[in-house]
Each structure stands twice: as structure tokens, then as C-alpha cells.
């Protein structure tokens, strides 16, 4: 599945009932980062954008923070012989193991400077547990324990949720699909994201997969 293959909506109007929601905009998933991903800080000023628009028009904006304790066990580092990009699956870790990232009050672990977070009315953090994962912004990969984000949604009277950031294949996909199956209109900015791609063709199938799902598809100019 190809990007310049999928159906973008367009003509859409942002209300009260919408949430940008801006997933883990953070110093180690930006190039030069411990987790970087390819041209992650080129769409910094889109997601600027994307804010200004949604505040201007009364939807409530999100930030999302991945957030370990430095035992994570999705750190190859916290297993004997392991290194990053390997294959691993265990109960809530995997598909691979990753570098040491996002560790709680590390610089790593902030927003870029050039995010603007004014306009954020609540951060999520997640990815807390060291023995899980938690690639959605709703819950870990074990699915047991919520981060308070689809209460918070339903409280706010949110229908349409708004995906953005990083990365497209992991804490984006996850979020999104996590949105269909607790029934929200859920809506991917594919050009305010990037992927990770690991292992290979992850990406492609992480889009199939949406698409498939029911996730719909829009850009930077699909807003009126
Ligand atoms: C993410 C891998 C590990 C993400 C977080 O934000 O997409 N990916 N932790
Ligand atoms: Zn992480």
C-alpha cells in the first residue's frame, strides 16, 4: 500500500467534537536522537499548524509522551545478549526490541523545543509499566490497564480524534486502531506523521491495516 494510492478526505471542519491528538513528539524519536526516526522534526511546523487550526476552531488539543523507567523491557539493554531492531515477542513487548529512549526526565524524553505545547489542554504519558509496552495512547500492549485518555475523550464530548506525530507504524498505528474499537471517528494527518519501518514493510502494512479498519485518511489541506 502506497501513500499516493490512499483515498484523502477533504472539506473537513473542525468543532468542539474534535481532538488533535499529537503523539510523542520527543528529542529521541527526532534525528539525533537514541531512537530516531527519518525526517521526524520536518513536520514540526505542519503539526504547529494543525494546532493553530484546531484551537482556532474550539477542538481540544492532546500531546502523548512515551515515558519509561530506565528497566523497560522493550530496552534491548534490559535483556542479556539482546540489541536494538532484534526480533522479539514476549506478553506486551515486541515486535522488536528498541534502544534505550524516552527515559523519564531525560532530555530525551521532552518535546522539542519547537513543538508548541500552549495550546495542549492535557498530556498523556504512557509506556510507564516496565514489563509492558504501550505503544496506543489509550492502553498498554496487554490491554489491561487504560491511560485515562478514552475517559478523558467521552468526558469532552470528542467524537472525531485527529492522528499526527510519531511514529506512523507504532504509537500512531496503535492509537488509531485502539480509536476504532472504542468507537471513535478516527482520522490519520498522513503528511503531520513519520514511521520507524521495523522490522521492513511495517509501515505499509500498518496503513493497510487502518485502512482496512475503517481509520480514514486525511492531509494538511483537507481542512477548511
Ligand atoms: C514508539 C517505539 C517505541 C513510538 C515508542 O512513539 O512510536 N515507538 N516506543
Ligand atoms: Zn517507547
Not at 501513500?3 to 528529542?27: E, H, R, S
Not at 536522537?33 to 499548524?49: R, Y
Not at 491495516?209 to 492531509?219: A, P, S
Request: proline fraction near 4%; glycine fraction near 8%; aromatic fraction near 10%.
Amino acid at each position: 500500500m502506497s501513500l499516493t494510492k490512499l483515498k484523502i478526505k477533504d472539506n473537513i471542519k473542525i468543532t468542539q467534537n474534535d481532538a488533535l491528538l499529537i503523539v510523542d513528539m520527543q528529542y529521541d524519536f527526532m534525528p539525533g536522537g537514541s531512537l530516531p526516526i527519518k525526517e521526524g522534526d520536518k513536520i514540526i511546523g505542519l503539526v504547529n499548524q494543525l494546532g493553530e487550526h484546531f484551537n482556532k476552531e474550539k477542538g481540544i488539543i492532546i500531546l502523548t509522551q512515551d515515558w519509561h523507567p530506565p528497566n523497560h523491557l522493550s530496552f534491548a539493554s534490559n535483556h542479556p545478549n539482546k540489541s536494538p531492531g532484534e526480533i522479539y515477542q514476549s506478553k506486551g513487548i515486541g515486535p522488536v526490541l528498541w534502544p534505550d529512549h524516552c527515559v523519564q526526565g531525560t532530555n530525551g524524553a521532552s518535546f522539542h523545543k519547537n513543538l508548541r505545547t500552549d495550546y495542549a489542554k492535557k498530556i498523556f504519558r504512557k509506556g510507564i509499566d516496565s514489563r509492558t509496552d504501550s505503544y496506543s495512547a489509550f492502553r498498554d500492549q496487554l490491554k489491561d490497564k487504560e491511560t485515562g485518555l478514552r475517559e478523558y475523550l467521552i468526558i469532552q464530548n470528542i467524537k472525531r480524534v485527529f492522528i499526527c506525530g510519531l511514529a506512523l507504524d507504532y504509537c500512531c498505528y496503535y492509537t488509531a486502531m485502539d480509536g476504532i474499537e472504542f468507537s471513535f471517528d478516527v482520522f490519520f494527518i498522513i503528511d503531520a506523521t513519520k514511521g520507524v519501518d521495523v522490522p521492513k514493510g511495517h509501515i505499509s502494512s500498518a496503513i493497510k491495516n487502518m485502512k482496512k479498519n475503517g481509520v480514514k485518511f486525511v492531509n494538511n489541506e483537507s481542512f477548511q
